[in-house]
């Protein structure tokens, strides 16, 4: 049976009263049109915010590539720091482990010299397979170095720290040791695994439980659960129980962790003085230089900071954090969600990878997009590559997003740890070249940094990431490490007695990163599926401050950050790049 119009309840009870007068209609047609402009306007305030949400929710992800040491971590870091501040300091003071353990190795280098030049013998650091022809030695010509007592009391004073070195890298774990030897002898593992090195792979997997959150976290761990530990002691008091003093650090010591902590730290305040006398000295001073050991420019080096390191009370700062080192294991998945500036709210996934030759084979995985399997932190924890599964069921990860290839330049006269007969420039090349013929990633545009922007002064470190976003859409190269680079240049190091080529050009920066710039463009150029933009910026703290007397740079570079709508501008204007890039 059918209901006319005029029985629908709800018609009935909307509709106007049968005897509504001329004004009473006028009326009530203006509230129906005001309630309806109202409804519009929420529709629409609801359609954007869904739009907005959507945009947000899609992560930006973020591959950061490059050699062992070249400052991957270092700039990931940098995004947090940056942008995700709160769980940045909840972090730094378990940074405080990594920061001992690299000041004590340091001082045990130093001291494993001064032991073998006292006995007059060669020094081979650590267990490691060092060809003997590539350890420095001193000059057979010169005088022996003058030894004294204070010599011998450094040796005794300070021998308690090999304990500790122990101690802070069996609780670090892996990630702790550097690693020395690898069979993998190219630079270029993204080539689909071919059998021979996928032996290679199976060397390690990919991994989100082994990085240096975990690391950090088995600090933690430790720091903040002692009462389940203390209870199996039968005494209930972390404090006073009678182990004593600064007596060597034990690795196989049973007592309590907080208690174990607390001793290292007591050693390492406990060496403070010799610490310092020792890098004071002379002799010491004089024995390195002839052993040709710069440990300024290695990673992690704190020695000139033990003072304020060295401290029962000492507490990392951030440029300690970014500055302390920890090898990165397999590949590890970091998600940020920015908790201030223009980009609030937008989640960021970084994922940094393993850098020496024997990890980059777990990189080739990251640049699939022909697959998008969803990749969750869960799934990276238990994935693993195997002998047994096919490359191309390896996920998407970087969709249509950005990778960043650090190359350092500096080390333009240093070998991989882990293969002391490769040059580190000459591995930079390579892997930069087959970054570039790599067909996955040929429409891929890449983000080339010569280091991290670590050094940055403060003010212009919390633009990094806007800096990125501008990369992004470029594909440019970022020159990056210059400090060190010109560190060593004024030192007077050679370019060309590493790298022949360079010839008889100037030795001096300008001239050096132009030259390895146009190094890396002719590679990119000569490699390249589809030729990529390829733009130089100079970023380092002392290129920044070279450039910025010149007012035309800074003018662009701070409105290029502080613009919204300078991003689209400078992608419209190639010749803006050149302003505070280096046309090459
Ligand atoms: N002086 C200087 N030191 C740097 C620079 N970039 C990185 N470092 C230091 O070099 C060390 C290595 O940096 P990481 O960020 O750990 O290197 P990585 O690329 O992550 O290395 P892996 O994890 O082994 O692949 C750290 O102690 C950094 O502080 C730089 O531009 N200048
Ligand atoms: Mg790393």
């Not at 006319?4 to 009263?17: C, G, K, M, Q, Y």
């Not at 995004?79 to 353990?101: C, H, N, P």
């Not at 204007?573 to 505070?580: A, F, I, M």
Request: glycine share 4%.
């Amino acid at each position: 049976m059918r209901r006319s119009l005029d029985e629908d309840p709800l018609t009935l009870a909307i509709a106007p009263p049968p005897d509504e007068t001329y004004e009473q209609r006028v009326i009530r047609e203006a509230a129906e049109a005001e309630a309806k402009r109202i409804s519009d306007e929420i529709d629409e305030q609801i359609r954007k915010e869904r739009e907005a949400e959507k945009k947000k929710k899609k992560p930006v992800k973020l591959l950061l590539l490059g050699q062992s040491e070249s400052g991957k971590t270092a700039t990931l870091k940098n995004f947090q720091l940056t942008y995700a501040r709160k769980e940045w300091s909840e972090e730094r003071a378990a940074w405080r482990a990594v920061i001992f353990l690299n000041l004590v190795r340091n001082v045990n280098v130093i001291m494993g010299h001064l032991s073998s030049e006292m006995d007059d013998l060669p020094y081979f650091p650590d267990d490691s397979s060092e060809d003997i022809t590539m350890v420095p030695r001193p000059p057979r010509a010169l005088a022996r170095l003058k030894f004294t007592e204070k010599h011998k009391r450094f040796k005794v004073r300070l021998e308690p720290l090999v304990s500790v070195q122990h101690a802070l890298e069996s609780r670090l774990g892996t990630a702790s040791l550097e690693l020395k030897s690898t069979s993998v002898n190219t630079a270029a593992p993204f080539e689909p695994p071919a059998p021979s090195n996928r032996r290679a792979l199976q060397e390690f997997s990919i991994n989100s439980s082994n990085g240096w959150k975990t690391a950090l976290d088995k600090f933690r761990t430790l720091r903040h659960t002692p009462s389940r530990q203390e209870n199996g002691n039968g005494n209930g008091n972390g404090n006073g129980n009678g182990n004593g003093n600064s007596s060597p650090i034990s690795t196989t010591s049973r007592r309590k962790p907080k208690s174990e902590e607390e001793d290292i730290v007591e050693v390492i305040a406990s060496c403070r003085d010799d610490i310092k006398a020792l890098w004071d000295d002379d002799i010491v001073g004089e024995m390195l230089s002839r052993r040709k050991v710069r440990l300024e420019d290695a990673p992690g080096f704190f020695i000139n900071d033990s003072d304020r390191i060295a401290n029962r009370d000492y507490q990392p700062t951030d440029d300690d954090v970014i500055r302390a080192r920890l090898r990165t294991l397999g590949v590890q998945e970091y998600r940020f969600i920015f908790d201030h500036g223009r980009t609030m709210g937008q989640e960021w996934r970084l994922y940094d990878v393993g850098g020496t030759r024997n990890s980059r084979g777990a990189w080739y995985p990251y640049f699939d997009d022909a697959a998008s399997i969803p990749l969750t932190h869960h799934f990276l924890s238990h994935f693993h590559i195997s002998t047994a599964a096919p490359v191309s069921f390896h996920c998407l990860l970087i969709e249509n997003n950005g990778l960043i290839l650090l190359l350092a330049v500096s080390p333009f006269d240093e070998k991989l740890a882990e293969d002391r007969r490769v040059n580190r420039l000459e591995d930079s090349y390579l892997l930069w070249r087959s970054v570039c013929a790599c067909k996955l990633l040929s429409r891929t545009q890449i983000i080339l940094c010569t280091s991290p922007i670590q050094f940055w002064p403060q003010p212009f470190r919390s633009h990094l990431v806007s800096l990125f976003f501008f990369l992004f859409s470029h594909g440019i190269t970022v020159l990056n490490k210059c400090d060190l680079l010109q560190a060593k240049l004024q030192r007077g190091v050679r370019i060309r007695d590493s790298v022949p080529s360079f010839g008889d050009r100037k030795n001096d920066l300008q001239t050096a990163t132009r030259y390895f710039q146009q190094h890396f463009k002719e590679i990119s150029r000569s490699n390249s599926h589809v030729q990529r933009p390829f733009y130089v910026h100079l970023t380092s703290v002392i290129v920044c401050v070279t450039n910025f007397r010149n007012p035309g740079f800074l003018k662009n570079f701070l409105a290029f950050f502080f613009r919204q709508d300078t991003r689209s501008t400078a992608l419209k204007n190639p010749s803006c790049g050149n302003t505070y890039g280096v046309p090459i």
